[in-house]
């Protein structure tokens, strides 16, 4: 990963968090985990992790309806020749680590 890329995830991440705190009231707690441009440029995924689980499909959902608005949040603020398509994901290696952790917990004790 370039330079350049990772500074372009490191904005976007922080873009999607304060899109999420302005436009998700759920209820629930949202984080922008981490963001991943591709290598062209012209796409991206913002990871996010919700709290309670349970809620994940119902804020996954609203956010892919909001796409288009985050697009316009985003075009004033990224300065880059082409604006990137972004599609939000659920963070599964947050899960992962959280499962790994309770084995580890579980071992243990």
């Avoid at 302005?22 to 209820?27: K, V, Y």
């Avoid at 349970?54 to 892919?64: A, F, H, Q, R, T």
């Avoid at 899960?95 to 579980?106: F, G, N």
């Amino acid at each position: 990963m370039t330079l350049r890329q990772e500074k372009i995830n490191s904005l976007l991440k922080e873009l999607a968090g304060s899109f999420i705190k302005r436009n998700i009231l759920s209820g629930a707690i949202v984080t922008a985990t981490r963001a991943e441009i591709f290598s062209n440029l012209r796409s991206a995924k913002v990871f996010i992790s919700v709290f309670p689980e349970d809620k994940e499909k119902d804020i996954l959902g609203l956010l892919k309806n909001k796409e288009g608005e985050f697009r316009d949040f985003i075009n004033p603020r990224l300065k880059i020749r082409f604006l990137p398509k972004v599609s939000f994901e659920i963070d599964n290696e947050i899960k992962m680590e959280r499962h790994i952790e309770e084995l580890l917990k579980k071992t243990a004790a």
